[in-house]
């Protein structure tokens, strides 16, 4: 499981009742669970995301030890009202959301990377793991957008949810750790637990700890479904 900070990384630790250790590769370290899980806390942001995570990835390789499925996990930002505060929310598309150009005779003034001929927005996650993973949590699915300045203005926030109707959540991390995932040939799976609504930055709404908390709810009842999930059903 990748988070960004060690908070949230710890957060996820508490679901798992058997004690763990650190582990250190080339360029990583890890925190081992007593189980199947480790976890990093890989950085704020997509592109610290992705070399942590894609660094994590190399050295299991080199192991002789593959990861089948990367976990971006964390707390987040839900658009209301159809992710309130405290709910959780997994990822069935993980887009980036600003990675493109503006462009002021496009809808919505923006033009993302693909229109410019390159590259990619969005990864889907593993269907049935979506399914399962949501089932067992209760969570919500749907888009769970990728950007690098969390939103602060009411503005900003009905522009994503004009580009993207279906997004639930943004977070900063998601699309970089599927990025590093892809390219190792290895499923991804992102969560969120939010912490705020997306719209004006107001620190005293957010509920952090609630969000935490109930990250390492969600992971005690999502243990079982990673470990029986079938890494090469990518349906």
Known sequence: MATAVPAERDAVARAFPEPGREVYGPGVALYRTG????????????APAAASVAAALTAARLRGTPY???????????FLPAAPVGSLVVADRITV????????????GFLPVTELGFGRVTHIP????????????????????????????AARAAILR????????????????AEAADAHGAACLEIRA??????????????????LAALTTAFGKLAPVLESWNRHDHQ
């Open 68 to 78: 089948g499925l990367v976990v971006s996990a964390g707390i987040g930002g839900g």
């Open 126 to 153: 593993p269907r049935s793991l979506v399914r399962e993973a949501a089932d067992a949590t209760g969570a919500r699915t749907g888009t769970v957008l990728t950007v690098s300045t969390v939103t602060g203005t």
């Open 97 to 108: 959301a600003d990675l493109g150009a503006e462009s002021p005779d496009s809808p919505g």
């Open 194 to 211: 939010v912490s705020n609504p997306v719209g004006p930055r107001d620190r005293a709404a957010w509920r952090i700890g609630d969000a």
């Open 162 to 177: 004009e580009r993207h109707p279906r997004a639930l959540a943004e977070a900063m991390e998601g699309f970089g750790v």
């Open 35 to 46: 189980g199947t899980f480790d976890l990093l806390a890989a950085g704020v942001g997509p």
